[in-house]
């Protein structure tokens, strides 16, 4: 969940805000960005709203190319039009930016502490293992290597986008720019 709301105006939770109940007939719900501008709940009009003024959670649905690989080998089931498609619309991670890491100390001790549950070291080697062998195996494909090869260039291309795009905008010297970095 990546928005806070007020339980009592919404019926659950959702991938990244919450639902109204579909029967729901009470009045309109204000969704506001941390400011508390009104802002549109089309999740596509984010990147017009944003500021990091109150937080900052960055999430990336594209980790990877190799990660894409991986979704789209296995069977992806995003109604996209495909891999291209789908690095287009989500592949939003062209600006480096490292202001979480004076966070590391504590995420590294936080790690070793989890790590130390032979369950969860376990669990977790597991699927650090099980998405490797993923993507091996999906190389032996010459049409899995044909498409990381596209979705490479495609991803060059997204990167050296418009200026004002959304990279752009997370841009610690854009977002200074616009008065919203700290």
């Known amino acids: 969940m990546k ?10 939770p959702g991938i990244h805000r919450p639902q109204v109940h579909p029967e729901d007939d009470g009045p309109p719900r204000t969704y506001t960005n941390p400011s508390g501008d009104r802002v549109s709940p089309a999740w596509r009009h984010v990147t017009r709203n944003w500021d990091y003024r ?15 690989v991986v979704k789209f080998a296995r069977g992806f089931t995003n109604p996209m039009d495909g891999p291209g498609a789908y690095l287009g619309n989500r592949d939003t991670n062209h ?9 590391l100390p504590r995420l590294r001790e936080e790690m070793g502490r989890l ?6 070291r376990s669990l977790h080697e597991g699927a650090v293992s099980w998405r490797a062998a993923r993507f091996e195996e999906a190389m032996k494909d010459p ?36 008065g919203l970095a700290g």
């Not at 790590?115 to 969860?120: A, M």
């Not at 090869?149 to 990279?167: F, Y």
């Open 3 to 12: 928005s806070p709301y007020r339980r009592s105006r919404f019926w659950k």
């Open 54 to 68: 109150t937080a900052q959670l960055n999430h990336y649905s594209v980790q990877s190319l190799e990660g894409v």
């Open 95 to 103: 600006v480096e930016d490292r202001s979480i890491q004076r966070h």
């Open 115 to 120: 790590l130390e549950d032979p369950v969860l």
């Open 143 to 178: 049409a899995h290597r044909d498409l990381l090869a596209s979705l490479a260039a495609q991803s060059a291309r997204l990167a050296a986008g418009p200026e004002d795009g959304p990279a752009a905008m997370r841009d610690g010297e854009a977002l200074s720019r616009r």
